[in-house]
């Protein structure tokens, strides 16, 4: 999952959920948490009882994300975001416990009549699991109309104004692909991309698994009946480098548009 990725990632989560960017640059963002984000991803219970108890104005929590360390210039002290990271992974989650569903109308100019076409927008999160993990984002969208598919969607909604009821002065087109038609067939896209994806990882770590076994088998080749310690390292080689991949929908939805992204 490259940095560049990650930080439109985190760009839109806080977007979405209201959550002000105070400072967006290259390799650095700094947010400024809701009260409600602030209590799912800060983990301090007893700070919120006490304001909640004492009726004392809340400060919710100001945090700075670094997502491309090796590029950073500056002196900037944050946290580090990278793929595997633990507040990474925590953003995921807090993405399907929020609903991962949404439907979204675009806004057009005050007064003017606008056309909107609809698109269903998945962003999938694919993990390669061995005795390394590699994640990846991916988000696809699909017009309901054509069935003209693009790659990097969600970046493309950064720029757009967005809310969950229709516009005045806004007409939404009929979709001739039904929304679960197009979820399958970009599920079927993506699952292309991963075919065609290099999977030398998988090689490298099946090879990597012989040789440890090799090397297990080696310290009880003169042991007839091998121990329970042996099964239970063998089950542990097998947990650390048999090659898995997963895909995860992160989060979706039906949205009108007023014009193509580019």
């Not at 990278?82 to 569903?101: C, D, K, T, W, Y």
Request: charged share 25%; glycine share 4%; with cysteine.
């Amino acid at each position: 999952m490259y940095p560049q990725k990650i930080h439109h990632y985190l760009q839109s989560f806080f977007k979405e959920n209201d959550c002000p960017i105070l400072s967006d640059h290259a390799h650095y963002l700094i947010v400024q948490l809701t009260v409600e984000m602030d209590k799912k991803m800060m983990n301090r219970p007893y700070y919120w009882q006490y304001i909640e108890a004492t009726g004392d104005e809340p400060i919710p929590a100001q945090l700075t994300f670094i997502t491309n360390k090796n590029e950073l210039t500056e002196k900037i002290t944050g946290e580090v975001i990278h793929a595997g990271s633990p507040r990474l992974s925590q953003i995921f989650s807090l993405m399907n416990e929020m609903g991962a569903v949404v439907r979204m109308y675009e806004v057009g100019k005050s007064g003017v009549e606008t056309i909107l076409t609809p698109w269903v927008i998945i962003n999938y999160k694919v993990s390669y699991y061995s005795h390394q993990t590699k994640e990846f984002i991916y988000s696809l969208g699909m017009n309901l109309m054509t069935g003209e598919v693009l790659k990097d969607f969600q970046e493309s909604l950064l720029t757009r104004s967005l809310q969950t009821e229709i516009p005045k002065h806004t007409f939404c087109l009929p979709y001739t692909i039904k929304p679960e038609n197009a979820v399958d067939r970009l599920d079927a896209i993506l699952e292309n991309v991963i075919r065609k994806d290099d999977h030398t990882w998988a090689e490298e770590a099946k090879q990597r698994w012989e040789k440890e076994k090799m090397i297990l088998d080696y310290f009880y080749e003169d042991t007839t009946d091998k121990p329970e310690r042996y099964q239970i390292e063998q089950q542990a080689l097998a947990e650390q480098y048999e090659a898995n991949i997963q895909i995860d929908i992160i989060n979706g939805g039906l949205f009108y548009l007023a014009a193509c992204p580019s």
